[in-house]
């Protein structure tokens, strides 16, 4: 049960998944830091107030917090404008590799391609025996 856990832990999926948490929450702390100290500066400059969380709604005797709502749908838009970019740029990549990767496949040498012909007319039929 051991070996079966420790292989469940060193196969491939699981670092992957490991190193993409680690990097996820690293983002996370950019994305607060820019979305408190950079955006939500501008948004005090703008409206007065440095931030959306006194933004309230009072219905009877309770209280509706609506800004922190805002401020995290705003902190939200901003990791997946990051996420994307990060995707656009990680497939661009993968495609500049796949055209290169094709780009420098070999010439054929002589002898492969008689080769190749060889085996085409074999399965053609049309070196059978006459």
């Given at each position: 049960m051991l070996r079966e856990f420790?292989?469940?832990?060193?196969r491939g999926n699981v670092l992957d998944l490991a190193?993409?948490?680690i990097m996820g929450v690293a983002f996370a702390n950019v994305v607060n830091a820019?979305?408190?100290h950079v955006l939500m500066a501008a948004v005090?400059?703008?409206?007065g107030e440095p931030n959306f969380g006194n933004i309230t709604i009072?219905?009877?005797d309770g209280v509706?917090?609506?800004g922190?709502?805002?401020t995290a749908v705003v902190n939200l838009l901003i990791i997946a404008a990051g996420v994307f970019a990060i995707v656009k740029v990680a497939a661009a990549a993968q495609a500049r590799r796949a055209t290169a990767a094709e780009d420098e496949a070999p010439?054929?040498?002589d002898e492969a391609l008689i080769l190749a012909e060889i085996r085409d007319l074999l399965r053609s039929g049309a070196a059978g025996p006459r």
């Open positions: 420790r292989d469940f832990v060193v190193v993409a948490f820019f979305a408190d005090a400059a703008v409206f009072t219905v009877g509706i917090g609506i922190i709502l805002i010439v054929p040498s």
